[in-house]
């Protein structure tokens, strides 16, 4: 589907040199706030109490006893955690509207026991409704297992998106979409390091998702690339001039998938509350910039590794079966 066609082809190539050192500038900046101020760790990563609080109609004498539930009010219960201090606890809903996950940091010279019953009377002057279900203690190293395992899955999924577009094009295209991607990542991981925004697990999982979304709108660059090279009424263009008419060619489709896609996650963050907003986020920077790597980025790289109609005409050549004598 088109909303529009360009009949002229943008001249995206011949401004490539600018394109790469602002994203070079912009990358060396995201590395830098990496290295001198950090990810601000969530606790999902650091380690901390877990409580689970069921809110009910009417309080309950009997701490075995069942109640009726009630919805919960997280507005409420965030800001009475706050009253004590708790600016990173992480307060979800979970299974049900009663029922509250409750994330706290660990704070030194307090034990589990202690920070649960101070939570706990201070949830009680707002709601009596309120009922401790379980109280645990996650150390940092789980947290430190998580953060590993989360780097690791950057570094499979990174590798799998190289293998598979070595295999679908050439290793040049692989090359220049596992750059575009990474400089992404690398962006979202810079903001959430200079503005000192919370890193959790679903600000994890948005950023592997990037990495998958961003390498789809890759691979349509990509694949109009390789047709045009591969069809004889475009002979006489030269590789600039395949890539600016690749990536004029495929912008109505751009501007649809992301715009219809941004506008979902804008929603997200808007509405979505304080348990999406920072996943959320992590998603908006990761669209803006994947669309802009994916398209003047990652073609200006496989120019630079000087790809002709020679690479792609060979990989044809040799998926085709040979002939029987």
Partial sequence: MEFFRIQRDIPFMRHALIFNVISLV????????????????????????VMEIRYCKEPQADP??????????????????????FTDAAVQNFGSSADVMVRLPVKQGLTSAQ???????ELSKIDAGAKLQRVE????QVGRELLENGALALLFVSMGIVFYLWFRFEWKFGVAAIIANLHDVVIILGFFAIFQWEFSLPVLAAVLAVLGYSVNESVVVFDRVREVFRNRRFRTYTVPHVLDHAITATMSRTIITHGSTQLMVLMMLIFGGETLFYFALALTIGIC???YSSVL?????????????????????????????
């Fill in 26 to 49: 912009t990358f060396l900046i995201a590395v830098g706030a990496l290295a001198v101020r950090g990810l601000h760790l969530g606790v999902d990563f650091t380690g901390g109490t």
């Fill in 64 to 85: 075995k006893a069942s109640c009726t539930p009630a919805a919960a009010s997280l507005p409420h219960v965030r800001e009475a955690i706050t009253k004590l201090g």
């Fill in 297 to 325: 980025v990652a073609s200006p790289i496989v120019m630079w590794l000087g790809v002709s109609r020679d690479d792609l005409a060979q990989a044809e050549k040799k998926a085709q079966p040979e002939a029987v004598v």
């Fill in 137 to 140: 203690f996650v150390g940092p």
């Fill in 289 to 291: 910039f994947g669309i």
């Fill in 115 to 121: 920070l649960s019953n101070q939570v706990m009377a």
